[in-house]
């Protein structure tokens, strides 16, 4: 997977809110939509409000968030609320660097506006 997104990266000479767009469109807007019509976890408005409440600088809120998701775990989470709510977030597998990507990309989003 990695080499296609790096393939595409390179082939449609994508910038770095470009590619950070692919892989969060990629990976999780599925799950964390714009809207409550997905129940299955937060929506990623709810996401990015309670982190940067908690993290207001980005390289806190990308660490944290990044981090957090790697090894997703009730006792560290900032979100008890959605885990009781929709049950812990499965551990994905996805490297670190990806993870930072995606994570800078939620804290310089504004999603209300899409």
């Known amino acids: 997977m990695k080499k296609i997104v790096l393939i595409l990266f390179l082939c449609l000479n994508l910038n770095a809110s470009n590619y950070q767009s692919l892989l969060f469109n990629g990976n999780c807007i ?17 996401i990015q409000k309670r982190y940067k409440s908690a993290f207001p ?5 990308v660490y944290y968030m990044s981090e957090w998701v790697y090894n997703p775990k009730e006792e560290t989470s900032i979100m008890k609320d959605a885990i009781e709510k929709y049950s812990l ?5 996805y490297d670190k660097q990806t ?3 995606i994570s800078e990309y ?9």
């Open 30 to 46: 599925t799950c964390h939509g714009l809207t409550e019509q997905n129940k299955s976890a937060p929506t990623i408005i709810e």
């Open 57 to 61: 600088n980005k390289k806190d809120f």
């Open 89 to 93: 977030m499965p551990n994905l597998a």
């Open 99 to 101: 993870l930072k990507e």
């Open 106 to 114: 939620i804290y310089k989003t504004n999603f209300k506006k899409q």
